[in-house]
């Protein structure tokens, strides 16, 4: 069983926000997976099929991106998910919009999300996609850019990084995260 998780906020006020590119990626899923997100438990959004035989279940947090690790502690409990079997998708502020990194381990690296998944399941080590953002210019805040919206220019790129993110999601469900680290990785 593979747990596919993208972090985000709740809220039609956060939709298409650069905070909630993680959602993004999981509602691409959903649609290329044929999983309706459907069910609600876990403190989270979240939906359950098949792929290759493989039993997937893709959740979006609706805890506020702060509390993300709550809802995604109680999911890998309760289906005893091993944390190989986990992905995590993210907007990460060190990369270029249009960009993503595969990775199996590292810090939180100042993003909240990450920080409350590291508390709840005990370890930095496992596998994550970042999505560039960039970062904020002409002295605005990290709060406020990270939740407002992207510019025409970044949505045309970021369309395409959820896309690319959606297909390393897809062909983990086939192969090791190391190889699809060595395929995706730009």
Not at 35 to 53: A, D, R, V, W
Request: aromatic share 8%; hydrophobic share 35%; glycine share 10%.
């Amino acid at each position: 069983m593979k747990l596919i998780v993208g972090l985000g906020n709740p809220g039609k006020q956060y939709e298409k926000t650069r905070h909630n590119i993680g959602f993004e990626v999981i509602d691409e899923l959903a649609d290329k997976l044929n999983i309706p997100l459907n069910q609600s438990k876990f403190k989270g959004l979240y939906g359950m099929g098949f792929h290759n035989g493989e039993k997937v279940i893709l959740l979006k947090p609706l805890t506020y991106m702060n509390l993300s690790g709550e809802s995604i502690r109680a999911i890998m409990d309760y289906y005893e998910i091993d944390l190989e079997d986990l992905v995590i998708i993210y907007d990460d502020l060190d990369l270029p919009v249009g960009k993503i990194r595969l990775r199996q381990k590292g810090s939180a690296g100042g993003h909240n999300g990450i920080k409350s998944t590291v508390a709840h399941l005990g370890t930095q080590e496992f596998n994550r996609i970042r999505i560039g953002i960039d970062r904020p210019r002409n002295g605005m805040k990290v709060p406020d850019y990270v939740l407002g919206r992207f510019h025409e220019v970044e949505w045309g790129l970021t369309k395409e990084s959820v896309q690319k993110s959606a297909e390393a999601c897809k062909t983990w469900l086939e192969k090791p995260f190391i190889q699809v680290m060595n395929e995706y990785n730009q």
